[in-house]
């Protein structure tokens, strides 16, 4: 590798917050808490297939059910909103999570293209905008004073107080994994954040995002670097196959079993972790757990991770 990004050095394990209600809340807050997990992630839309939250809005009563863990969006479709309101909502949250406890994770969508009809969003601007929000954030977060003038935004001098706890506002990792996603990464993002992808897959998209950060003459002093990988326990990894073959296939309405094989972790606690340690060694050092298993078995699987599989990798 000709140019090397800066990892962090320690390991991470969160999972996604798939809860609808406080009582849901809490038991998943006490629960990850107990079982040795790092953070708690969700997802955005605003309007899609099924039932999803407000990511901002259930990120902020969770941290206060712990202010210890880490939060996160996985990922937030910031072409959706104009930039001004969202750097206003984040910088908020971040001051009352405290610094270093939220990680902005922002991503383009497009899978389901009537929610951009829903905001008044060109779908085929969606990472034109991305781009130019995010310098737009970044000099709220930072200047005393913005006015912007741009492609999709423009306004006058205003001033956004107070600033983010965080200084020079959260990390922004970035996800996708097309190349459009990588430079985005490299030229504007803190951190990478894709999804589906080979251990193979994510070394080459490190090295090229540092070969991109190098060619546009930034220098990046602190990189994060995380994936959200379907993970299903069992007692063998064909058994373990059979499960997320028929929940991923009805996720996506085709037969994914084949690509389950390809890119998820699956089987018993010491086959998952030698999955995810391929991973750990691609360069992943914050690995978020997207469990494919029956309801009925979250949480015995949540747990069984925790206890068996991180404590494999954390040595």
């Not at 309007?47 to 999803?52: E, H, L, M, S």
């Not at 479709?77 to 910088?91: E, Q």
Request: glycine fraction near 10%; proline fraction near 7%.
């Amino acid at each position: 590798m000709g140019q090397i990004l800066p990892l962090d050095r320690e390991l991470k394990f969160g999972v996604t917050a798939g809860v609808s209600n406080r009582e849901q809340a809490k038991r998943l807050v006490d629960s990850i808490t107990a079982w040795g997990y790092d953070s708690l992630w969700t997802g955005d839309h605003v309007a899609f297939t099924g039932p999803i939250p407000d990511p901002l809005t259930l990120l902020s009563y969770l941290s206060a059910l712990n202010p210890n863990l880490i939060y996160g969006t996985s990922v937030y479709l910031l072409a959706l909103r104009h930039p001004s309101t969202v750097a206003k909502m984040v910088a908020t949250l971040d001051r009352l999570m405290g610094a270093g406890h939220f990680i902005f994770g922002v991503g383009v969508g497009g899978e389901f293209p009537r929610e951009f009809e829903a905001c008044g969003v060109p779908v085929r601007q969606r990472g034109g905008r991305t781009n130019e929000a995010i310098q737009v954030m970044r000099r709220l977060w930072t200047e005393p004073k913005v006015e912007h003038r741009g492609k999709y935004f423009s306004f006058g001098e205003v001033s956004m107080e107070p600033k983010p706890a965080t200084p020079g506002g959260p990390p922004i990792w970035i996800g996708g994994r097309a190349e459009a996603a990588m430079k985005r990464a490299a030229t504007l993002g803190d951190g990478w954040m894709p999804y589906v992808v080979t251990p193979k897959r994510y070394a080459e998209g490190l090295e090229f995002i540092a070969q991109e950060a190098a060619r546009a003459g930034r220098t990046v002093e602190r990189f994060g670097t995380s994936l959200f990988l379907f993970v299903t326990l069992g007692p063998s990894y064909e058994q373990a196959l059979d499960v997320a073959a028929e929940l991923l296939s009805k996720r996506y309405a085709m037969d994914f079993r084949e690509p389950a094989r390809r890119y998820a972790a699956m089987g018993r606690p010491a086959d998952v972790a030698e999955r995810i340690a391929e991973f750990i060694k691609a360069g992943v050092r914050h690995v978020g757990v997207d469990l494919i298993c029956h309801p009925r078995d979250r949480d015995e699987q949540l747990e069984q991770l925790g206890k068996e599989v991180i404590p494999l990798l954390r040595k």
